[in-house]
């Protein structure tokens, strides 16, 4: 048995449960993993308050979290490119991950290098391979842009703003307190827009000389749609990422009065496959880390046992950067 957190209906933190589960032996193409740190992204709470919907059995509930490091102890046939004792991470897969240890699909796990802890990975996979996917995928940047990114000060946000000063691209970055604007700067935020004080479009029209910006990269939703779409120049993309604050319905209509706008709302999931691909990703990331050009240490940790705090503190905007659990 190891220990866990489930939850049987959706709702506040404290449907959160920590309880003694079962975890077998590895099948084909799986393997067994025990966790060294689990990290705790907003998605998870999207699943905790049935936001984004979940299957929770009668007397069975569900798992929580895809995030997490930790080393293989066991491997199941099939499974040839894993052994006993490799660390990994992972950030795809079935939900589970705020668990001690767990049985889970092999296909979706990621060696880690050496050179980079667990402590730092945990705060690299989703976050990390978001960052990726939105600044290389998705709107690729070139270097010498200057795009817009709400919520700079975030687990992903902080990153983020570290990538984007490696690759020349000037961040003008939203926070809601001065507190989060100095940390956002201090990791290569160019410009910070305090949102408790501060208009966001008159300050991207006024440091971008009233031009405004090729891309919005933006993962608050409900609150900032309309000023992304204001603070975007003519045929501009919107690139919705998140509803940390609420979801989004946009009129197509808005978009062509806003200047024949490009809107796309990613999931992570079209943007990873194949394996092959996810570890492209991985390494570019890690490559990253390796050159010292991201440094990403967890901000915030509780114990496993804890998780419904640490999604206290996560929703009500008390965090900067990563938050990780220790099992
Ligand atoms: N599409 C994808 O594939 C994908 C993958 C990973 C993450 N995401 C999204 O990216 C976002 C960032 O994830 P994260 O885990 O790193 O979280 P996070 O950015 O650390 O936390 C959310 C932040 O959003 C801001 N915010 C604005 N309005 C808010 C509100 N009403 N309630 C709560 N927060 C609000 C807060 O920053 P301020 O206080 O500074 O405003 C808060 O700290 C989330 O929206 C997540 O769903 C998307």
Same mark, same amino acid.
């Given at each position: 048995m190891v220990k866990a957190i489930r939850f049987y209906e959706t709702g506040g933190?404290? +449907?959160l449960k920590y309880e003694d589960v079962a975890v077998g032996e590895p099948g084909p193409g799986q393997a067994r993993v025990r966790h060294s740190y689990i990290a705790l992204n907003f998605i998870d709470i999207y699943f905790r308050t049935g936001r984004y919907p979940l299957a929770l059995p009668e007397g069975a509930g569900s798992g929580l979290g895809s995030d997490a490091v930790g080393v293989v102890e066991a491997v199941g046939p099939g499974v040839d490119y894993l052994q006993p004792g490799d660390r990994v991470g992972y950030l795809i897969g079935p939900q589970g991950a705020y668990s001690q240890a767990r049985v889970m699909p092999a296909e979706v796990l990621i060696p880690l290098p050496d050179g980079i802890s667990d402590r730092t990975a945990a705060t690299l996979m989703m976050k990390g391979m978001t960052a990726q996917y939105l600044f290389?995928? +998705?709107?690729?940047l070139k270097g010498g842009e200057t795009i817009l990114y709400h919520a700079a000060a975030g687990g992903v946000g902080l990153i983020a703003c570290q990538w984007a000063r490696a690759l020349g691209v000037t961040m003008i970055g939203t926070v809601s307190t001065d507190e989060k604007a100095e940390i956002a700067k201090a990791n290569g935020c160019a410009h910070t827009i305090v949102t408790s004080r501060e208009n966001i479009v008159e300050r991207v029209k006024e440091i971008t000389n009233g031009k405004g910006v090729p891309v919005v990269y933006d993962s608050v939703g409900k609150d900032t749609l309309m000023d992304s779409l204001d603070c975007l120049q003519p045929r501009g993309h919107f690139? @919705?990422?998140?509803? @940390?604050s609420g979801s989004v319905v946009v009129d197509s209509q808005l978009l062509a009065q806003k200047g024949s706008i490009w809107m796309t709302r990613p999931a992570m999931v079209h943007y990873i496959h194949p394996r092959a691909h996810m570890l492209d990703m991985a390494r570019e990331l890690f490559d990253h880390v390796l050159a010292g050009d991201i440094v990403s240490e967890p901000q915030q940790t509780f114990a496993l046992a804890d998780a419904a705090e640490a999604h206290r503190a996560l929703e009500s905007r008390k965090t900067t950067g990563s938050t990780v659990l220790v099992p």
């Open positions: 933190p404290e +449907v290389r995928q +998705v709107y690729p690139v @919705s990422n998140g509803t @940390s």
